[in-house]
């Protein structure tokens, strides 16, 4: 049985006896943190909120797992190795026995990322945030606006799946062979291997991770760069083939329009050939996609002009607003 915990003080114990704490700390547990540092120091802030984020089904360890994903994903595509969170988080009293489940997690996210939780604050809510900002230290910074004529594009991370879990889950699509999987990937993101990135992304002049949809992240892309992206290929998950084939849709469709949050790495880069040595060597799962050109916009060769739409707050998922 789950002990019911009473007050902000006795939830902050409880939350040190699950995170592992950070031997470069200079401060402890006080009123701030402090670290020695030296580089570029890049940062991040991302939040999680109950009433846009949480998926049906999710529980409060993979709102934890996800809550650090989406945070650590940003710094880590700019080429910055990610070092320590952290967290302010709001619970409503009806969360307060279970926080330990949200508490394990952040950690489990933590340490697959090789990442520690510094400190944070907490507080009452009546309904669950998880607010998480995220310092690293980058020797080479990579921008969105770096991609030239002549690179290539790639991608790094998993085969793009999220669009069959959301239609499920969001739009009660009837669930095919190997859904499981793909909710799985929305329930607890994968991100590129930060081994792989952070020696890979030496190589790339342009980088964004997929968040808010893939169509929107290849036209954020293409936008900061000031180039036209030329998308030869595309890697589709077979569960997204097969379920967009039962179901009568257009997968391509599906990946560019109807998914979001994959968390994989778009990026361009001169030298594709040793990124893709790199990736056989950490075992990191890697995608010629399509090329650098001079003009505007992006392209998909065989479907014609990807449009610029995905997932925005405030608005949906709906056409990007334009001044």
């Known amino acids: 049985m789950l002990q019911l915990i009473v007050g902000e003080r006795e939830l902050i114990e409880r939350a040190w006896r699950v995170f592992k704490r950070d031997p470069c700390e200079l401060l402890g547990l006080d009123d701030a943190q402090a670290i020695e540092l030296s580089g570029k120091v890049v940062f991040k802030v991302d939040v999680f909120d109950e009433i846009t984020d949480w998926l049906p089904g999710m529980t409060l360890r993979d709102v934890g797992w996800k809550a650090i994903t989406a945070a650590v994903s940003d710094v880590l595509v700019k080429g910055a190795r990610p070092l320590g969170v952290m967290l302010g988080m709001g619970l409503p009293e009806d969360m307060l026995d279970a926080a330990d489940e949200l508490f394990a997690g952040i950690e489990e996210a933590c340490d697959k990322l090789g990442v520690r939780v510094w400190g944070g604050d907490t507080g009452s809510s009546d309904h669950l945030y998880v607010s998480v900002a995220v310092a690293g ?180 998922w709906t056409a990007r607003r334009r001044a």
């Open 137 to 316: 230290i980058a020797e080479n910074l990579v921008p969105r606006s770096g991609a030239r004529p002549g690179d290539t594009l790639m991608m790094s991370g998993h085969e793009v799946s999220t669009p069959v879990a959301y239609a499920v889950l969001l739009d009660g699509a009837t669930p095919c062979a190997g859904v499981e999987e793909a909710i799985e990937v929305a329930y607890r993101p994968r991100l590129t291997k930060p081994e792989f990135w952070l020696e890979a992304s030496r190589l790339a002049t342009a980088s964004i991770d997929d968040s808010d949809g893939l169509a929107l992240t290849l036209h954020y892309l293409a936008e900061a760069s000031g180039v036209k992206l030329v998308v030869e290929w595309l890697p589709l998950s077979a569960v997204l083939l097969e379920c967009a084939e039962r179901w009568g849709r257009d997968p391509l469709e599906m990946a560019l329009y109807q998914g979001g949050e994959e968390y994989n790495f778009v990026f361009a880069t001169r030298n594709p050939d040793t990124v893709l040595k790199l990736a056989e060597k950490h075992g990191q799962k890697v995608w010629r996609i399509g090329k650098v050109v001079e003009g505007k916009g992006v392209v998909l060769e065989g479907y014609g002009e990807v449009e610029q739409r995905g997932w925005e707050h405030f608005s949906g």
